[in-house]
């Protein structure tokens, strides 16, 4: 299985902060990877596809990059609606997997 | 619009077969995959499992003993049956669709709302 690994499972930010959230892939995964939003009792949302595709109907301060092993998903100016818990899910063979989660919380 | 729709019991014994339905609306359930996903509270997320709406499936590696993912297209639906529950088996059940993209990454574009399962006795 492709292991995903987010390197802070919480980090304490700020309405209007500049956001980055990290992700890497145990192994080369290209672009296969996929950013999720899910607030607390709902399903998770999709934000960003392939890496750097913005979903439809997603906020442009939402962006993401990265290729092969190491990603990042950034928020440009955090809102007070962004407060919610992000995962990377990689896409590029079956079991599909996600990373454990990087939880924003208010500072 | 696309949506999803668990249904089934929410609380089952140890060792019986947990089995929940998906049923999809506003859309065909022709020409995707469609998946469960789990996360037991307070932690991350799990796939489970997919099936094409041809019948073929995959599922995680960890669960495949125990799990079988069956579909109805007449009635729209897909299923789940999870056997020998533990306590650990304990979550939060989503079903979602993955949308294909030739070329690039597949990902999950719709979600149910969700389901609470409680393993006890």
């Known amino acids: 299985d492709i292991q995903m690994t987010q390197s802070l499972s919480s980090l304490s930010t700020s309405v209007g902060d500049r956001v980055t959230i990290t992700c890497r892939a145990s192994?080369?995964?290209?672009?296969?990877l996929n950013w999720y939003q899910q607030r607390p009792g709902k399903a998770p949302n999709l934000l960003i596809y392939?890496?750097?595709s913005l979903q439809s109907g997603v906020p442009s301060r939402f962006s993401g990059s990265g290729s092969g092993t190491d990603f990042t998903l950034t928020i440009s100016s955090l809102q007070p609606e962004d407060f919610a818990t992000y995962y990377c899910?990689?896409?590029?063979?079956?079991?599909?997997?996600f990373g454990q989660g990087t939880k924003l919380e208010i500072k | 619009q696309v949506q999803l729709q668990e249904t089934g019991p929410r609380l089952v014994k140890p060792s019986e077969t947990l089995s929940l339905t998906c049923t999809v609306s506003?859309?065909?359930?022709?020409?995707?995959?469609w998946n469960w996903i789990r996360q037991p509270p307070g932690k991350g997320l799990e796939w489970i499992g997919y099936?094409?709406?041809?019948?073929?499936?995959n599922y995680n590696p960890s669960l495949r003993s125990r799990l079988t993912i069956s579909m109805d297209t007449s009635k729209n639906q897909f299923s789940l049956k999870l056997s020998s529950v533990t306590a650990a088996d304990t979550a939060v059940y989503y079903c979602?669709?993955?949308?294909?993209?030739?070329?690039?990454?597949?990902?999950?574009?719709?979600w149910g709302q969700g389901t609470l399962v409680t393993v006890s006795s």
């Open positions: 979602a669709r993955i949308q294909t993209v030739t070329g690039t990454s597949d990902f999950f574009d719709y």
């Open positions: 506003g859309g065909s359930i022709n020409n995707y995959y």
């Open positions: 099936i094409y709406h041809s019948g073929s499936t």
């Open positions: 192994q080369s995964i290209g672009s296969y």
């Open positions: 392939a890496a750097s």
């Open positions: 899910q990689q896409s590029y063979s079956p079991p599909y997997t």
